[in-house]
């Protein structure tokens, strides 16, 4: 149950929701390319990122200074997997989504990631 409950919880928020779709079609990104693409602080996204961890929904790897995130194999969770297989079919139909999405081009991992600013959407 505690489980399942990781996961869900980890969904239950639309940012965090907006990541993983990110995720997906960019197969990998830093906090310093999400922040300016959702808005929020860069501490408020790495908490999202620490949940969504948690949940088995994405992994990371470091990369010099960097901490690269992708979306999780789902091995450790058949609950992160299932839901990481529907999101994909999911949400193609969100505003916000489709413009953060055209705005991942934009954003450059730069040497120096305290360079970015919010994007406007």
Known sequence: MKEFIRVMKALSDPNRVRILKLLQHQQELCVCELHPLIGLAQSTVSKHMKLLEEADLVH??????WIIYQLSDGEESVYAKTMLANLTDWLSDDPVLEKMLETVPKVIREPNCSQYTRLPL
Do not use: N
């Open 60 to 65: 990371y790897y470091k990369q010099g200074s």
